[in-house]
C-alpha cells in the first residue's frame, strides 16, 4: 500500500471513522475517494508530526532547528558553505 503520511489527526480520524462524516459536507467527494483507497488496502494513512514533515522545507516557514534538519534528509546542502576557507 502508499503511504500518505499526515500531520492532522483529525483528517485521519474522518477517513477512519464514517460516523464522522455527517458533519463535513464539504469534503465528501475526497473522503470517499480515499475512504475506498483505505478500505481496498491501497493507501495508508499514517501520522507524522509536522516538524518531520519533509515537505514542508519547501512549503512552510520553519525554524532554522527544524529546516536544517528536514533539508538535511532530503540531501540538499548550501553547496557556498562547502566552498569557505579553500582560498
Known sequence: ???I???NKSAINLVNNPVLHDRI???EIDRHFIRERID???LILPYMKSEDQTA???TKTLSSTFFERNVSKLGMFDMY???EGEC
Request: hydrophobic share 40%.
Open 81 to 83: 558553505a562547502q566552498l
Open 5 to 7: 503520511y499526515c500531520d
Open 25 to 27: 459536507k464539504h469534503v
Open 40 to 42: 481496498a488496502k491501497e
Open 56 to 58: 514542508d522545507v519547501m
Open 1 to 3: 500500500p502508499i503511504k
